[in-house]
Structure formats: structure tokens, C-alpha cells
Antibody, heavy 116, light 110 residues
């Protein structure tokens, strides 16, 4: 069965960077795009960007360009989200989601807290 | 960037019919439709329906969807207690080359 498992919670100081991982299993890793979506406390969903695990090409939301990077390791069926220059407004649960036409499988979420 | 518009909250009695709306424009909902997600507090979202009108396995038949122009609708016939939670619509925007989400509708079942 399809599984999407993310790394654990992170606490970072303002100005730092964070790296979150998303390991998939149960399907061919390179067949489907993977997305990152975040949700600030008590707020709605916000698309961060996507990565094509096959070719490694990415598409980032305009808001995050310049401080976001998505990479993949095909040998580990894992994608990574790195977000730099963190501020308190980046405090959120970050989700990894597989796209088969739409977002059909989601990871459990990773809480990133930015605090001094 | 622009998002999709959903009413923030709706309340219904148990067993009633709920209708949720999601309004975009000709580049997103009007072009390719909207998918719907359901989220219970503290849990990741779950896909309810695809943009193409198809349904993931296991979704109860009390859920249905439709679209008219730039507005997509999700209808829940015979609301159950477990239908409480937040509902989000999402669509690909061909003008922005970005995925958009609605602000979410919190559904309360009284």
C-alpha cells in the first residue's frame, strides 16, 4: 500500500534553515509528482511547490522563490524540502502529498516551529 | 497570489443536506474544475473528489460534486457526525502555473 512518511518536528531560530524529508513506498517513486503544502496554526492550506521525482525539476510558489529548495534521492524514494531565512511566519505543519491528478496521498505532517 | 473563495463556516443539523461552494476564475476552477479535501482537526487532509469528477475508493455515496462556470460545489446528502471538519477546494491555475487552495469551510453538524 502507498505510504508517505515524513521526518519529525523541528525547532529553529529566526534566520536559520530547515530540512524536512518525505519517504514514499508502495508505488514507483518516479511515476508521480510530489508536493509540499503547509498549514500555519489555525489557518488554511498553502501550496509551497512541487518536484518531479523522475527528472528532479521543480516548480515553486512565487512567494517562496529564492529561499526554497526541493530535491530528491531516487535510491531512497525520498524527497526533501529546505526552507531558508526562516521567520515566525514560517511556523506551520508542512505536508508532503503525492499527485495522481490531484493530491491523493498525504504524509502525516511535520511541525516546524520558528522561535528564538 | 490569488486563491479560491469558500465560505468560512456553515452549520447544519444531523441528516440535513449541506452544499459547499468554491469560486475561482477561468484559469483555475473554470478551466479544470476543483478537487475537494476533508480535514479533521490534527490530521492531514484527505482527498474526497478529483477535479475530473471521479471519486477515490471508499468515499460514501452521500457526497456529490458539480461545477457551473467558475464555481464548484460539494454536496453532502444526509450529514453524519463524522462529516464535521474543514473542507478545502483546490485547483491548478494555468495562468499562475501554481496550485491554489480555498480558505476552507468549517462544517459543524448540530
Amino acid at each position: 500500500q502507498v505510504q508517505v512518511v515524513q521526518s519529525g518536528a523541528e525547532v529553529k531560530e529566526p534566520g536559520a534553515s530547515v530540512r524536512v524529508s518525505c519517504k514514499t513506498s508502495g508505488y514507483i517513486f518516479t511515476d508521480y509528482y510530489l508536493h509540499w503544502v503547509r498549514q500555519a496554526p489555525g489557518q488554511g492550506l498553502e501550496w509551497v511547490g512541487l518536484i518531479n521525482p523522475d527528472l528532479g525539476n521543480t516548480n515553486y510558489a512565487q512567494k517562496f522563490r529564492g529561499r526554497v529548495s526541493m530535491t530528491r534521492d531516487t535510491s531512497r524514494s525520498t524527497v526533501y524540502l529546505e526552507l531558508s531565512s526562516l521567520t515566525s511566519e514560517d511556523t506551520a505543519v508542512y505536508y508532503c502529498a503525492r499527485e495522481v491528478n490531484d493530491f491523493d496521498y498525504w504524509g502525516q505532517g511535520t511541525l516546524v516551529t520558528v522561535s528564538s | 497570489q490569488a486563491g479560491l473563495t469558500q465560505p468560512p463556516s456553515l452549520s447544519y443539523d444531523l441528516g440535513e443536506t449541506a452544499t459547499l461552494t468554491c469560486t475561482g476564475n477561468r484559469y483555475n476552477v473554470g478551466h479544470g474544475g476543483a478537487a475537494w479535501l476533508h480535514q479533521h482537526r490534527g490530521h492531514p487532509p484527505k482527498l474526497l473528489s478529483y477535479r475530473n469528477g471521479k471519486w477515490p475508493s471508499g468515499i460514501p455515496e452521500r457526497f456529490s460534486e458539480s461545477r457551473s462556470g467558475d464555481t464548484a460545489s460539494l454536496t453532502i446528502t444526509g450529514l453524519q457526525a463524522e462529516d464535521e471538519g474543514d473542507f478545502y477546494c483546490t485547483s491548478w491555475d494555468s495562468s499562475l502555473s501554481a496550485w491554489l487552495f480555498g480558505g476552507g469551510t468549517k462544517v459543524t453538524v448540530l
